[in-house]
């Protein structure tokens, strides 16, 4: 699946399918999200600055919302699952994280002198 469609400058995406590889919750998909960034960060391909998700409700349909968060901690920070947990939409509180996108800066080409837009994201 790609995501980007069009950029200004070098970018990278990468896109992990965790159904069958780890368990479906969202500590867990944060403790993956956390593993596999600081893989890319010490390539200098990722360091992450934000989390944003979407919020779904499977009884509706479809989702319901999109939340992101500047990540001031660790993706697998107990401060970072509140506050996802808090972020969840009020008049849906049955609603569940589709997904994460973990997007960041990191750096291009085999010299590596410009920083470039990297995104990951997740599925839970």
């Not at 159904?19 to 960060?41: F, K, N």
């Not at 750096?107 to 990297?118: K, Q």
Request: charged letters at 20%; aromatic letters at 8%.
């Amino acid at each position: 699946m790609s995501l980007l469609m069009r950029a200004p400058r070098a970018c990278a995406s990468w896109f992990w399918d965790l159904e069958d590889y780890a368990p479906p919750a969202l500590r867990s998909a944060l403790t993956v999200a956390a593993r596999m960034s600081a893989v890319l960060r010490k390539h200098d391909l990722l360091q992450p600055t934000t989390l944003e998700w979407h919020w779904l409700v499977p009884a509706l349909g479809g989702a319901v919302g999109k939340s992101s968060v500047g990540l001031l901690r660790p993706l697998d920070d107990d401060w970072t699952v509140r506050r996802v947990e808090e972020l969840r939409p009020v008049a849906f509180p049955e609603a569940e994280t589709s997904g994460f996108h973990v997007l960041g800066t990191g750096e291009s080409g085999p010299t590596r002198t410009a920083p470039d837009t990297a995104r990951s994201a997740w599925s839970n």
